[in-house]
């Protein structure tokens, strides 16, 4: 087995929030600090997407701070979807969730819409596909599984090229791109009950209308075991070098 070096493409402009992102990203997928180079958008927007060829690799993060839909704003949009169409292409192992979810979505020629008032926001329970019993990160994950989900954006049907793996009411939440080892996830497989509870705290007046709100929200918050396994899996696949 070898011992990989990952690169987190990262879209976070809160320094508390770049912090604990790697950090839970490291410790639900077993790795050590030096094995994880950081990429942040905010202090390097525009980019070559072939950084990301020398790593074993690549995580794509969540943000609060920015939107796919708006690529005029955020440069870095166009960058991200780059990097990603190039990890597809040379077949490098991709583990984008959320913002990362989504960036996967738009460049595979599928659709995200926006949701001003209404959208999932919890430790909310998610069903699987048949396909799902066969997939190298989802095989052992229950249906009904409990998973993180705060999101303002979605999809509702898979891009093409791509095989549903995870899903709610609302949205699609999981699936792998056909023929490459790239799986997207708009939940969050990194996050834990506690620190969900940190995170969401940072842009609470973001998500939530007061302290009460955001009190009784975080208390219907629970563990989520089945989704931080996810990370381990694919951290697993790329030493084993078996996720195809």
């Not at 770049?18 to 990429?39: A, I, N, T």
């Not at 001003?116 to 396909?131: K, N």
């Not at 999981?174 to 790239?182: I, T, Y």
């Not at 997207?184 to 009460?212: C, K, M, N, W």
């Amino acid at each position: 087995m070898i011992r990989p070096r990952l690169l987190l493409v990262q879209i976070r402009d809160t320094g508390a929030v770049r912090r604990e992102e790697v950090e839970s990203f490291c410790r639900h997928g077993g790795l050590e600090r030096g094995q994880v180079d950081v990429l942040n958008v905010f202090d390097r927007p525009v980019f070559d997407p072939g950084v990301a060829a020398p790593y074993e690799a690549v995580l794509v993060g969540g943000a609060s701070e920015a939107s796919v839909l708006e690529p005029d704003r955020f440069a870095f949009v166009e960058s991200i979807v780059e990097l990603i169409r190039g990890c597809i292409d040379r077949r490098q192992p991709v583990f984008a969730s959320c913002f990362g979810f989504q960036a996967t979505v738009v460049g595979l020629g599928g659709s995200v819409i926006r949701d001003e008032v209404d959208f999932e926001m919890g430790t909310i329970p998610l069903s699987v596909t048949e396909t799902a019993a066969s997939d190298p990160l989802y095989g052992a994950v229950p249906d009904g599984f409990l998973a993180v989900s705060c999101h303002r954006e979605r999809t509702t049907e898979v891009p093409p090229g791509c095989t549903l793996l995870a899903f709610s009411e609302a949205c699609v939440h999981s699936f792998r791109v056909d023929g490459a080892p790239c799986w997207g996830f708009q939940f969050h497989p990194e996050l834990d009950r506690a620190t969900f509870i940190e995170r969401l705290g940072v842009f609470r007046s973001g998500y939530t209308d007061s302290d009460d709100h955001y009190a009784q929200t975080v208390a219907r918050f629970h563990e989520t075991p089945e989704s931080n396994g996810l990370v381990a899996r694919f951290v697993e696949g790329v030493r084993a070098g078996s996720l195809g």
